[in-house]
Protein backbone atom coordinates (compact mmCIF):
# COMPACT_ATOMS: atom_id res chain seq x y z
CA UNK A 1 0.00 0.00 0.00
CA UNK A 2 1.91 3.23 -1.37
CA UNK A 3 -0.04 5.45 0.39
CA UNK A 4 0.42 9.21 -1.01
CA UNK A 5 3.62 9.08 -3.52
CA UNK A 6 5.10 12.60 -4.38
CA UNK A 7 7.72 13.11 -7.17
CA UNK A 8 10.14 14.48 -7.28
CA UNK A 9 11.73 13.93 -3.96
CA UNK A 10 14.52 16.38 -4.62
CA UNK A 11 14.78 19.33 -7.35
CA UNK A 12 17.24 22.49 -7.68
CA UNK A 13 15.68 25.04 -9.88
CA UNK A 14 17.61 28.15 -11.27
CA UNK A 15 14.89 31.34 -10.67
CA UNK A 16 12.75 31.76 -13.49
CA UNK A 17 12.29 28.25 -14.28
CA UNK A 18 9.16 25.79 -14.21
CA UNK A 19 8.44 22.74 -12.71
CA UNK A 20 5.58 20.37 -11.63
CA UNK A 21 5.51 18.62 -8.65
CA UNK A 22 3.23 15.28 -9.00
CA UNK A 23 1.57 13.77 -6.00
CA UNK A 24 -1.16 10.48 -6.51
CA UNK A 25 -2.69 8.76 -3.59
CA UNK A 26 -4.37 5.05 -3.61
CA UNK A 27 -6.30 5.82 -0.38
CA UNK A 28 -9.25 6.92 -2.47
CA UNK A 29 -9.46 9.98 -0.20
CA UNK A 30 -11.82 12.93 -2.01
CA UNK A 31 -9.71 15.48 -0.39
CA UNK A 32 -5.91 16.48 -1.32
CA UNK A 33 -3.61 19.09 -0.22
CA UNK A 34 0.23 20.50 -0.35
CA UNK A 35 1.38 22.46 2.14
CA UNK A 36 4.93 23.98 2.50
CA UNK A 37 7.32 23.82 5.54
CA UNK A 38 9.68 26.41 6.45
CA UNK A 39 12.23 26.37 9.58
CA UNK A 40 10.34 28.56 11.99
CA UNK A 41 6.94 28.75 10.02
CA UNK A 42 5.68 25.22 10.39
CA UNK A 43 2.90 23.95 7.56
CA UNK A 44 1.62 26.27 5.30
CA UNK A 45 -1.40 25.64 3.28
CA UNK A 46 -0.86 26.34 -0.39
CA UNK A 47 -3.96 24.52 -1.97
CA UNK A 48 -6.42 22.52 -1.45
CA UNK A 49 -9.12 19.83 -3.16
CA UNK A 50 -11.99 19.25 -1.36
CA UNK A 51 -13.37 16.63 -4.23
CA UNK A 52 -12.44 16.08 -8.10
CA UNK A 53 -12.86 19.11 -10.37
CA UNK A 54 -12.65 21.57 -7.34
CA UNK A 55 -9.82 23.70 -6.28
CA UNK A 56 -9.25 26.66 -3.88
CA UNK A 57 -6.51 28.67 -2.95
CA UNK A 58 -5.06 28.42 0.96
CA UNK A 59 -2.73 30.83 3.06
CA UNK A 60 -0.12 30.97 0.39
CA UNK A 61 -1.29 30.49 -3.02
CA UNK A 62 0.59 33.59 -4.83
CA UNK A 63 3.07 31.85 -7.13
CA UNK A 64 1.80 28.32 -7.14
CA UNK A 65 -1.09 27.00 -9.64
CA UNK A 66 -2.72 23.28 -8.98
CA UNK A 67 -4.50 20.61 -11.26
CA UNK A 68 -6.98 18.34 -9.68
CA UNK A 69 -6.19 15.56 -12.64
CA UNK A 70 -8.75 13.04 -11.21
CA UNK A 71 -9.64 11.47 -8.22
CA UNK A 72 -5.99 10.25 -7.59
CA UNK A 73 -3.25 12.92 -8.52
CA UNK A 74 -3.15 16.53 -7.34
CA UNK A 75 -0.21 18.19 -9.10
CA UNK A 76 1.36 21.59 -7.64
CA UNK A 77 2.71 23.90 -10.64
CA UNK A 78 5.73 27.04 -9.83
CA UNK A 79 5.21 28.76 -13.13
CA UNK A 80 8.45 31.05 -12.67
CA UNK A 81 10.47 30.08 -9.39
CA UNK A 82 11.52 32.55 -6.97
CA UNK A 83 14.40 31.92 -4.42
CA UNK A 84 11.55 32.62 -1.54
CA UNK A 85 10.10 29.09 -3.03
CA UNK A 86 12.76 27.24 -1.85
CA UNK A 87 11.09 25.06 0.76
CA UNK A 88 9.85 21.36 1.76
CA UNK A 89 6.64 20.69 0.10
CA UNK A 90 4.02 18.09 1.77
CA UNK A 91 1.16 16.60 -0.51
CA UNK A 92 -1.56 15.00 1.85
CA UNK A 93 -4.78 13.43 1.75
CA UNK A 94 -7.63 12.99 3.81
CA UNK A 95 -11.11 11.29 3.71
CA UNK A 96 -14.17 13.81 3.85
CA UNK A 97 -16.40 14.54 6.86
CA UNK A 98 -15.59 13.48 10.69
CA UNK A 99 -12.19 11.95 9.57
CA UNK A 100 -11.20 15.19 7.61
CA UNK A 101 -8.31 16.44 9.97
CA UNK A 102 -6.58 13.03 9.65
CA UNK A 103 -4.00 13.50 7.09
CA UNK A 104 -2.03 11.45 5.30
CA UNK A 105 1.42 12.98 4.11
CA UNK A 106 3.71 11.96 1.33
CA UNK A 107 7.10 11.97 2.02
CA UNK A 108 7.79 15.47 0.67
CA UNK A 109 9.75 17.38 -1.81
CA UNK A 110 12.95 19.26 -1.17
CA UNK A 111 13.03 22.24 -3.59
CA UNK A 112 15.92 24.83 -4.09
CA UNK A 113 15.63 27.76 -6.34
CA UNK A 114 19.24 29.80 -6.83
CA UNK B 1 -6.66 32.19 9.54
CA UNK B 2 -7.43 30.61 12.61
CA UNK B 3 -4.27 31.20 14.85
CA UNK B 4 -2.93 27.92 16.73
CA UNK B 5 0.01 28.95 19.38
CA UNK B 6 2.56 26.58 20.79
CA UNK B 7 6.11 26.97 22.45
CA UNK B 8 8.76 26.10 19.92
CA UNK B 9 10.75 24.54 22.99
CA UNK B 10 13.10 22.62 22.80
CA UNK B 11 11.50 20.87 25.26
CA UNK B 12 14.17 18.51 27.25
CA UNK B 13 12.85 15.81 29.65
CA UNK B 14 14.52 12.95 30.92
CA UNK B 15 14.17 9.11 29.76
CA UNK B 16 10.77 7.48 31.67
CA UNK B 17 9.67 10.94 32.52
CA UNK B 18 6.27 13.00 30.98
CA UNK B 19 6.54 14.94 28.31
CA UNK B 20 3.82 17.83 28.49
CA UNK B 21 2.96 19.53 24.79
CA UNK B 22 0.42 22.42 24.75
CA UNK B 23 -1.12 24.63 22.18
CA UNK B 24 -3.58 27.35 22.88
CA UNK B 25 -5.83 28.14 19.60
CA UNK B 26 -7.87 31.65 18.80
CA UNK B 27 -11.27 30.11 17.56
CA UNK B 28 -13.77 29.11 19.62
CA UNK B 29 -15.77 27.83 16.77
CA UNK B 30 -13.07 25.22 16.17
CA UNK B 31 -14.31 21.57 16.81
CA UNK B 32 -11.72 18.85 16.41
CA UNK B 33 -8.01 18.97 17.35
CA UNK B 34 -5.01 16.73 16.24
CA UNK B 35 -1.53 15.64 17.34
CA UNK B 36 0.96 15.05 14.74
CA UNK B 37 4.24 14.06 15.26
CA UNK B 38 7.51 14.90 12.86
CA UNK B 39 10.51 13.03 12.92
CA UNK B 40 13.73 15.29 11.51
CA UNK B 41 13.53 15.00 7.87
CA UNK B 42 10.22 13.12 7.71
CA UNK B 43 6.82 13.78 7.03
CA UNK B 44 4.31 14.54 9.74
CA UNK B 45 2.02 11.41 11.06
CA UNK B 46 -1.28 11.68 13.12
CA UNK B 47 -0.94 10.34 16.76
CA UNK B 48 -3.85 11.69 18.67
CA UNK B 49 -7.28 13.23 17.58
CA UNK B 50 -9.64 14.75 20.37
CA UNK B 51 -13.15 16.28 19.35
CA UNK B 52 -14.96 16.91 22.91
CA UNK B 53 -13.74 18.32 26.25
CA UNK B 54 -11.85 15.67 28.48
CA UNK B 55 -9.12 13.95 27.90
CA UNK B 56 -8.54 10.87 25.58
CA UNK B 57 -5.74 8.31 25.85
CA UNK B 58 -4.25 5.70 23.55
CA UNK B 59 -1.35 4.10 25.25
CA UNK B 60 1.43 6.50 26.67
CA UNK B 61 -0.36 9.73 24.71
CA UNK B 62 -3.15 11.15 26.19
CA UNK B 63 -4.75 14.18 24.74
CA UNK B 64 -6.54 17.31 26.61
CA UNK B 65 -9.02 19.56 25.04
CA UNK B 66 -10.35 22.38 27.16
CA UNK B 67 -12.68 24.12 24.64
CA UNK B 68 -13.47 27.46 27.24
CA UNK B 69 -10.01 27.96 27.78
CA UNK B 70 -9.01 27.41 24.06
CA UNK B 71 -6.30 24.83 24.78
CA UNK B 72 -5.40 21.57 24.11
CA UNK B 73 -2.39 19.20 25.27
CA UNK B 74 -0.12 16.47 24.78
CA UNK B 75 1.26 13.77 27.65
CA UNK B 76 3.50 11.49 26.59
CA UNK B 77 3.78 9.05 29.70
CA UNK B 78 7.24 7.28 30.62
CA UNK B 79 8.56 8.92 27.25
CA UNK B 80 11.54 7.27 25.36
CA UNK B 81 14.05 8.93 23.37
CA UNK B 82 12.34 7.23 19.84
CA UNK B 83 9.86 10.21 21.33
CA UNK B 84 12.15 12.84 20.26
CA UNK B 85 10.58 14.90 17.65
CA UNK B 86 8.66 17.87 17.00
CA UNK B 87 4.86 18.09 17.28
CA UNK B 88 2.39 19.85 15.60
CA UNK B 89 -0.76 20.69 17.34
CA UNK B 90 -3.89 21.09 14.25
CA UNK B 91 -7.50 22.31 14.02
CA UNK B 92 -9.89 21.62 11.48
CA UNK B 93 -11.14 24.74 9.45
CA UNK B 94 -11.74 24.11 5.37
CA UNK B 95 -8.13 22.37 5.55
CA UNK B 96 -6.13 21.45 8.65
CA UNK B 97 -4.69 24.71 10.60
CA UNK B 98 -1.04 23.75 11.91
CA UNK B 99 0.68 25.14 14.66
CA UNK B 100 4.42 25.77 14.51
CA UNK B 101 5.07 22.38 16.18
CA UNK B 102 7.46 21.93 19.84
CA UNK B 103 10.74 20.25 19.05
CA UNK B 104 10.75 17.35 22.39
CA UNK B 105 14.02 15.92 23.14
CA UNK B 106 13.66 12.39 25.35
CA UNK B 107 17.38 12.40 27.31
CA UNK B 108 18.80 8.89 28.13
Known amino acids: NAGVTQTPKFQVLKTGQSMTLQCAQD?????MYWYRQDPGMGLRLIYYSASEGTTDKGEVPNGYNVSRLNKREFSLRLESAAPSQTSVYFC?????????????FGEGSRLTVL | QKEVEQNSGPLSVPEGAIASLNCTYSDRGSQSFFWYRQYSGKSPELIMS????GDKEDGRFTAQLNKASQYVSLLIRDSQPSDSATYLCALSGYALNFGKGTSLLVTP
Open chain 1, 92 to 104: ASSQTGPAAGELF
Open chain 2, 50 to 53: IYSN
Open chain 1, 27 to 31: MNHNS
